[in-house]
């Protein structure tokens, strides 16, 4: 089953425990515009290059579309409609007034120079600036993409728009972006594990980790769940895996992977296969790799779209029109209520529904979505 296909029925569940009408069930699932585009930009030895980009905006009933731009020469029009859905649903869970939208370049941003990367992300850009905008639809980074990408995006936009720097959120700090924000999706994983474990009379202290991918999010969650005082024990990313049962040295790996592009090959632990990461014993198992999510019966899962929640919130927070910027310790306060508040409104949803926190997760943003729906004249 394909992304696109197994959110869908993660969706179609949730409208069933929700009795939706069938008519409003069938226009929540269809996206509000699916764009796709042609960009063609000269490569630095001269010769042209074509790359196709994609935008899906799926919902706007509660504000405006919202979700990143990746780079990867995986996307395709089906992974970027699930993941578009998805942030119509996230977006609903964390509470913040936003739709759901992603996008995407089929390419391999590590052959591409800088320059190129550049050029790229003008052009694409300018195939889709009059379909996006501070009240319609606010990208913002993911995987292959990071602050100066979304600073090209702010500079081209505003050429036909007038400086718009709440066009897109992760900006650079001095173009208005939040503190905060690498931070944000790593440490909305920890708030929420945290409030999870809680339910159960445990902390984060003491807890044996094993993450999956050492990207942004891994390595910030690596990083503040080892500051306060858990134990990771096994990492592994895209160059392959590392375990030490008394526990990973966290800065130094942290160090080791940013000098060698990646942890293989580091001598404070002992070199595992990654394949057998998620069959580690440990107490909690994040995966923040490229998708899918242990499913196992006994397993209790925390939903992605409330785990992973932190960043699009903190964007929230940055997307201020008035461009008044929080200091650092607000936005992770903040956060924290946030993050808290939707482990608690998802458990919520799963006593009144009885079902698990994954499905409680989806009912919870899908009622948000329809409700908003309904509300401003939607008719059957």
Request: a neutral charge.
């Amino acid at each position: 089953m394909n992304a696109l296909a197994a959110t869908s029925r993660n969706f179609k569940q949730a409208a069933k425990l929700l009795g939706l009408d069938s008519k409003l069930e069938k226009s929540l699932l269809i996206p509000f515009r699916e764009i796709k585009v042609e960009c063609t930009i000269p490569k630095d030895d001269g010769t042209l290059a074509s790359y196709v980009g994609f935008r899906v905006q799926h919902d706007n009933a509660r504000g405006p579309m919202k979700g990143g731009i990746r780079y990867h020469h995986e996307v395709d029009p089906d992974e970027v409609n699930a993941l578009a859905q998805l942030m119509t649903w996230k977006t609903a869970v964390a509470n913040i007034p936003y739709g759901g939208a992603k996008g995407g370049i089929g390419c391999s941003p590590g052959e591409l120079s800088i320059s190129e990367l550049e050029r790229l992300t003008r052009v694409f850009t300018q195939k889709i600036h009059d379909l996006i905008g501070i009240h319609t639809d606010v990208p913002a980074p993911d995987m292959g993409t990071n602050s100066q990408t979304m600073a090209w995006i702010l500079d081209e936009y505003s050429k036909f728009h007038g400086y718009s720097p709440a066009v897109v959120t992760g900006k650079p700090v001095d173009l208005g972006g939040s503190l905060g924000r690498d931070a944000a999706t790593g440490r909305g994983v920890l708030f929420a594990t945290e409030a999870l474990l809680a339910e159960h009379g445990k902390g984060i202290a003491g807890q044996r980790f094993v993450i999956q991918g050492f990207g942004n999010v891994g390595s910030w969650a690596a990083q503040l769940i080892s500051e306060a005082g858990g134990k990771v024990i096994a990492i592994s990313d895209v160059t392959g895996a590392v375990k030490n049962s008394n526990g990973l040295d966290i800065a130094k790996l942290m160090k080791h992977s940013s000098e060698n592009r990646g942890i293989k090959g580091f001598d404070g632990g002992d070199a595992i296969d990654p394949r057998s990461l998620l069959t580690e014993e440990c107490d909690v198992l994040i995966p923040a790799a490229l998708g899918g999510i242990l499913s196992k019966k006994g397993v209790l899962i925390l939903p992605d779209i409330l785990a992973n929640s932190g960043g699009v919130t903190v964007s929230y927070f940055e997307w201020n029109i008035q461009g008044f910027m929080w200091d650092e310790e607000k936005v992770n306060n903040e956060l924290k209520t946030y993050m808290t508040r939707g482990f608690r409104d998802v458990k919520e949803m799963c006593r009144s529904h009885n079902c698990d926190l994954r499905m409680g997760a989806f009912t919870l943003g899908v009622n948000r979505v329809a409700r908003a729906t309904v509300l401003r004249g939607w008719e059957a």
